[in-house]
């Protein structure tokens, strides 16, 4: 969403414990490749993801609707940030204050444990080259049949408080980062 997270969004998030932290990602947005995200995560790891498609929508009523999407991800070590690395030719920096809270399951908090199904939820500030924006997320790891059951579960626990008033998450503003950032920057 564009503009400044507004404080009433944090305050309806604040009620979930969660982790806080600052980062700043490079996208790779040129060469263009399809089906495809390429980022370095805080100078320190080197993410791909490779999009899957999407098995739907995510729908809570008069509350929010977004389209979902299957990434499939891996990360690897990537040595420190070099001065000339960054927002320079094909590549986009992107500062983030993050809030993620894990549910690993619909009652209990706390990080999923690996190769069990869980659930997580962020909000984030994102600053693109000094235009502030916002973002809500979520997502679901495990095995694939459970996916869908997790989002689900991950949304209506959100939900259950609606988002204040004049918020509207709406499909127009559902996408992954890589697709933002070329609508942002004139590179789709």
Same mark, same amino acid.
């Given at each position: 969403? %564009? /503009?400044? #997270?507004?404080?009433?969004?944090?305050?309806? @998030?604040?009620?979930? &414990? +969660?982790?806080?932290?600052?980062?700043?990602?490079?996208?790779?947005?040129?060469?263009?490749?399809?089906?495809?995200?390429?980022?370095?995560?805080?100078?320190?790891?080197?993410?791909?993801?490779?999009?899957?498609?999407?098995?739907?929508?995510?729908?809570?009523?008069?509350?929010? %609707? /977004?389209? #979902?999407?299957?990434?499939?991800?891996?990360? @690897?070590?990537?040595? &420190? +940030?070099?001065?000339?690395?960054?927002?320079?030719?094909?590549?986009?920096?992107?500062?983030?204050?993050?809030?993620?809270?894990?549910?690993?399951?619909?009652?209990?908090?706390?990080?999923?444990?690996?190769?069990?199904?869980?659930?997580?939820?962020?909000?984030?500030?994102?600053?693109?080259?000094?235009?502030?924006?916002?973002?809500?997320?979520?997502?679901?790891?495990? &095995? +694939?049949?459970?996916?869908?059951?997790?989002?689900?579960?991950?949304?209506?626990?959100?939900?259950?408080?609606?988002?204040?008033?004049?918020?509207?998450?709406?499909?127009?503003?559902?996408?992954?980062?890589?697709?933002?950032?070329?609508?942002?920057?004139?590179?789709?």
């Amino acid at each position: 969403m %564009r /503009g400044q #997270l507004p404080g009433a969004v944090e305050d309806w @998030f604040a009620r979930f &414990p +969660a982790e806080t932290m600052a980062l700043e990602d490079a996208y790779l947005l040129e060469p263009y490749l399809p089906g495809l995200s390429v980022k370095v995560r805080g100078g320190r790891a080197l993410g791909v993801k490779v999009y899957g498609g999407s098995p739907g929508l995510l729908e809570v009523a008069g509350q929010a %609707r /977004g389209r #979902l999407q299957s990434w499939q991800k891996w990360s @690897f070590p990537h040595g &420190p +940030a070099s001065p000339s690395s960054g927002d320079s030719a094909g590549w986009r920096l992107v500062s983030k204050r993050r809030r993620i809270s894990f549910f690993a399951q619909a009652t209990e908090m706390g990080s999923p444990q690996l190769g069990k199904p869980g659930r997580a939820v962020e909000l984030t500030a994102v600053d693109l080259r000094g235009e502030p924006w916002w973002t809500l997320c979520f997502e679901a790891t495990g &095995p +694939a049949d459970a996916l869908r059951r997790e989002l689900d579960a991950a949304a209506a626990l959100v939900f259950a408080d609606a988002p204040p008033s004049g918020v509207e998450l709406g499909i127009d503003d559902s996408q992954s980062y890589a697709q933002w950032l070329r609508r942002q920057t004139g590179t789709e």
